[in-house]
């Protein structure tokens, strides 16, 4: 059964930084898409940075541009969000979401990702 575990979510004031990590278990392929995902109270859901674990390519959404960098370690099965120069308008629920090839549509694509993780807070406060 395939299982994504985020953690690393909390509380920060402006300017600071956080890292959320993404556990992944269960997957028998190890070519996966994994990005991270973040829905604002009243706003959509919305891309932030996404993954290709056979090659280690990244995409980053440009609202996150050069603030945030998404990495993966192999070893672990885990997936990494490095949250830089925190704003406020980066609180959010974040979520982590995976697929294995073939992929469907664009990485910011939701109904792409038939696994999803239960969600980590970030709150920044100015």
């Known amino acids: 059964q395939v299982q994504l575990a985020e953690s690393g979510g909390g509380s920060v004031q402006t300017g600071g930084s956080l890292i959320l990590s993404c556990a992944a278990s269960?997957?028998?392929?190890?070519?996966?898409?994994v990005s991270w995902f973040r829905q604002a109270p009243g706003k959509e859901r919305e891309g932030v940075a996404c993954?290709?674990?056979?090659?280690?390519?990244?995409l980053t959404a440009d609202s996150v541009k050069g603030r945030f960098t998404i990495s993966q370690d192999n070893a672990k099965s885990t997936v990494y969000l490095q949250m830089n120069s925190l704003k406020p308008e980066d609180t959010a629920m974040y979520y982590c979401?995976?697929?294995?090839?073939?992929?469907?549509?664009?990485?910011?694509?939701?109904?792409?990702?038939?696994?999803w993780g239960q969600g980590t807070q970030v709150t920044v406060s100015s």
């Open positions: 993954l290709y674990t056979v090659d280690g390519s990244t």
């Open positions: 269960g997957f028998t392929s190890r070519s996966r898409r």
């Open positions: 979401a995976a697929d294995v090839p073939p992929y469907r549509g664009p990485w910011t694509r939701i109904p792409g990702y038939r696994y």
